[in-house]
């Protein structure tokens, strides 16, 4: 593997300095040719890319081949402004399959199955990214893509798959439908779920697996890098996701110090390409937070894996100097029955001081107990305990508001999590 990797690596770096004036460069500011990439080792002596450098080179700037032998563009969902858009060669698009449908074995896949894919279709890497891995295998694919909630109760009901897939928030969405139109979704025919493209948690994995009677698997992966199928759970372990090392170089750094860190310590991933044509990638900084071990797995793939990513460094939530992610949240949240799994934490400014909301919303089950009145004093105590959970596993203090069943908007893709509303709390106070 690291002589391939290293052989990879080098046609990788070549192929940037010859045909990509960004990447020329940076080479050039660091005093580094591709010469220099003698071993695995070398890399760190390679600048690292950022989103910044894709969108000061949007759209096309960055890619490594004529527009000519490019065949699919795609488009990370972003948060403001244009997208970061990347591209794919024919070969790239051949390679993601490959790896999409290794990932979709990894994950209990077989090539009878019927694959009920929920993810998004179109700029959004999800969709057609788990489609062509599952054309690739043999699957049956049912390109349902995101929403019409109901419609996919019944495809899933008539279709009988085997597999589904889609983001965690949205699948959840799609089980509390069927509990609300009385169906159980225990009795699907579906055995494993493909989960991925935004933060989860433990707790969340249990809640999804108990509620549909499946095996529940943690993919990840990135536009800028592939998308999904960077690295994917195995079914026999559910521990670390494998990363497809064939094609991905990882590095775990400091975001801070931008040093390595030590297996097993939590730090920024970073993914360098190995094998794209297009839209070759150097030292690409995600901005998500996890670990990396280096031990074999039980299922018996030798391949270094990642632990789940606990949040992105933006989403990070510092209060009062403490840092939280929102999946820590989360993991409180899914322990207590009287609240179901949605949840949105406001950020505000309370004086100078930033601080936050946590927006929960109580179960039909409970509204009902407490005959629909929020100045209950069982959510009172509701109120407390939440606090008082989130003081001693997050370290940190939030006001915790209580709203009615199906109050918190639903997710058909990506679950918005945080809202920062600073600016105008802060404007309130004036
Ligand atoms: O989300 C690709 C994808 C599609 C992955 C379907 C898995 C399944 P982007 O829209 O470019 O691509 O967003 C990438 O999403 O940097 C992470 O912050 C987050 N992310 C993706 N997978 C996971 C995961 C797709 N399993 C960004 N856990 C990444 C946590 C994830 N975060």
Known sequence: MEKLQLERLQNTVKKVYENVPHY?????????????????????????????????NYPFGLFAVPKE?????????????????????????????????????????????????????GLFTGGLG????????????????????????????DFEPRGICGTPSYILNIAEKMEELGKDPRETSVEYGIFGAEPWSEEMRTTLEQKFNIKAVDIYGLSEIMGPGVSIECHEA????????????????????LQPVPDGEDGELVFTSLTKEALP????????????????????RTTTRMSRVKGRIDDMIILRGVNVFPSEIER????????????????IKKGSMDSAELHVEVSS???????????????????????????????????????????????EGKAIRVIDRRKETEALKV
């Open 24 to 56: 020329k460069n940076e080479f050039e500011k660091l005093g580094v040719k591709p010469d220099d990439i003698t071993s695995l080792s070398d890399i760190t002596k390679l600048p690292f890319t950022k989103k910044q450098d894709l969108r000061n």
């Open 69 to 121: 032998e490019v065949v699919r563009i795609h488009g990370s969902s972003g948060t403001s402004g244009k997208p970061t858009v990347v591209g794919y060669t024919k070969n790239d698009i051949n390679n993601w399959s490959d790896i999409v449908a290794r990932a979709i074995v990894t994950a209990g896949g077989k090539p009878s199955d019927i694959f009920h894919n929920a993810y998004g279709y």
């Open 130 to 157: 788990l489609h062509f891995g599952a054309e690739r295998l043999g699957v049956a694919t049912v390109p349902i893509s995101g929403g019409n909630t109901e419609r996919q109760i019944t495809l899933i009901e």
């Open 238 to 257: 559910q521990d670390g996701l494998h990363i497809a090392e064939d094609h991905f170089i990882v590095e775990v750094i400091d975001p801070e110090t």
């Open 281 to 300: 990638i150097i030292r690409y900084r995600t901005g998500d937070i996890a670990s990396i071990t280096r031990e074999k797995c039980i299922c018996g």
């Open 332 to 347: 409180c949240l899914l322990t207590l029955d009287e609240i179901v799994p949605h949840y949105q934490i406001h950020l």
């Open 365 to 411: 089950l409970f509204y009902n107990e407490i005959g629909e009145d929020l100045s209950h004093p069982l959510v009172e105590k509701l109120k407390r305990t939440i606090q008082h959970d989130m003081k001693s596993t997050c370290l940190v203090t939030m006001s915790i508001k209580v709203n009615p069943p199906k109050s918190i908007p639903r997710s």
